[in-house]
């Protein structure tokens, strides 16, 4: 099936990066979210980007105001009435997104593909809660969205094969690489670089060294281009914490123990870069 035209809910961070993607390879973009700030804040953070190349002389002017033009502000959900693939990029809660899907599978057409950036959430269960469990399927992008080439494409248990190579096809076409990964918690991606981040927390923890001297060790030593802590910081630590509560769950391994340091820097509502505080302070 041929895709043309995308919904993208949830206009944060990922969001507002899937969104610019979509319309920089061509497709027409809605980009959804509840309230008109978060979509304007979006939107600027699209401009400011697209900006950027502009003046890296990347692309023109007139590629800029074509690529904005392809973007559409949607503040309702009901929007997804005329698109073959929808993108949730809301937050990181199972209960929110199940009822997003259960409203998407009304909304959407009968041949739309619905599919979920989650980091870690099983795509099986919010697959069941719709009709057409055969088109889910989740589609994990890294941030920042605009530099990372990798998407993890997951499938759920029912993914169609052809819903499978139309979204890796599509991925292509955003100039990324798809690789293909089973649902399992954390998938491939988070199943291996949330537990390094929170050793990095225990070995702070345990006062093994600094978090200077920890970021540092992986930065010169195993080329990382941040080290752990500032990574944290840059993913959030409440999304880290969610992520390592999911594997800890998902596995029942002591080895996915969440640091209590890291609780206790989410309980004190330090979340990283997004709250001015997290391992390092942010003016
Ligand atoms: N949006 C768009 N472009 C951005 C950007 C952003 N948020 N941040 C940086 N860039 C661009 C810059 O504009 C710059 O491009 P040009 O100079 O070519 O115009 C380029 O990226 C490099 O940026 P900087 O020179 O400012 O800084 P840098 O060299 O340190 O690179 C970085 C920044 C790309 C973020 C780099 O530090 C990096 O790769 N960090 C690791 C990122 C990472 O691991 N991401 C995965 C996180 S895990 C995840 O996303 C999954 C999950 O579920 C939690």
Redesign the pocket.
């Given at each position: 099936m041929s895709i043309q035209k995308i919904m993208v809910i949830g206009a944060g961070q990922m969001g507002s990066?899937i969104a610019q993607v979509c319309a920089q390879a061509g497709f027409d973009v809605k980009l959804n979210d509840m309230k008109e700030e978060f979509f304007a804040r979006g939107l600027g953070t699209i401009t400011k980007?697209l900006s950027?190349n502009v003046d890296?002389g990347r692309m023109t002017e007139s590629e800029k105001e074509a690529i904005l033009g392809r973007l559409t502000k949607s503040l309702d959900i009901n929007d997804a009435n005329d698109v073959d693939l929808v993108i949730e990029a809301a937050v990181e809660n199972m209960e929110i997104k199940q009822s997003i899907f259960k409203q998407l599978d009304t909304i959407a057409p009968a041949h739309a593909i619905l599919a979920t950036n989650t980091?870690?959430l099983p795509i099986t269960e919010l697959a069941a809660v719709t009709n057409r469990p055969e088109q889910v399927i989740g589609m994990?992008f890294?941030?920042?969205v605009?530099?990372?080439k990798l998407v993890e494409i997951i499938r759920g248990l029912a993914t169609a094969d052809d819903v499978y190579q139309t979204i890796e096809d599509m991925t292509k076409k955003l100039e990324k690489v798809p690789v293909e990964v089973n649902d399992f918690p954390g998938f491939v991606?988070?199943r291996i670089?949330m537990p390094m981040i929170n050793e990095a927390i225990y070995t702070l923890y345990e006062g093994v060294a600094t978090k200077e001297a920890i970021d540092d060790v992986m930065k010169l030593g195993m080329n990382h281009?941040?080290g752990p802590l500032t990574?944290a910081d840059?993913?959030g630590l409440d999304?880290c914490l969610y992520?390592m509560e999911t594997l800890y769950e998902g596995f029942g391994d002591s080895k996915y123990r969440p640091c209590p340091l890291l609780r206790k820097y989410v309980k004190a509502g330090w979340l990283g870069k997004k709250s001015g505080r997290g391992f390092y302070i942010y003016e």
């Amino acid at each position: 099936m041929s895709i043309q035209k995308i919904m993208v809910i949830g206009a944060g961070q990922m969001g507002s990066g899937i969104a610019q993607v979509c319309a920089q390879a061509g497709f027409d973009v809605k980009l959804n979210d509840m309230k008109e700030e978060f979509f304007a804040r979006g939107l600027g953070t699209i401009t400011k980007n697209l900006s950027r190349n502009v003046d890296k002389g990347r692309m023109t002017e007139s590629e800029k105001e074509a690529i904005l033009g392809r973007l559409t502000k949607s503040l309702d959900i009901n929007d997804a009435n005329d698109v073959d693939l929808v993108i949730e990029a809301a937050v990181e809660n199972m209960e929110i997104k199940q009822s997003i899907f259960k409203q998407l599978d009304t909304i959407a057409p009968a041949h739309a593909i619905l599919a979920t950036n989650t980091s870690s959430l099983p795509i099986t269960e919010l697959a069941a809660v719709t009709n057409r469990p055969e088109q889910v399927i989740g589609m994990h992008f890294m941030n920042p969205v605009p530099v990372m080439k990798l998407v993890e494409i997951i499938r759920g248990l029912a993914t169609a094969d052809d819903v499978y190579q139309t979204i890796e096809d599509m991925t292509k076409k955003l100039e990324k690489v798809p690789v293909e990964v089973n649902d399992f918690p954390g998938f491939v991606a988070n199943r291996i670089l949330m537990p390094m981040i929170n050793e990095a927390i225990y070995t702070l923890y345990e006062g093994v060294a600094t978090k200077e001297a920890i970021d540092d060790v992986m930065k010169l030593g195993m080329n990382h281009p941040m080290g752990p802590l500032t990574l944290a910081d840059f993913i959030g630590l409440d999304t880290c914490l969610y992520i390592m509560e999911t594997l800890y769950e998902g596995f029942g391994d002591s080895k996915y123990r969440p640091c209590p340091l890291l609780r206790k820097y989410v309980k004190a509502g330090w979340l990283g870069k997004k709250s001015g505080r997290g391992f390092y302070i942010y003016e």
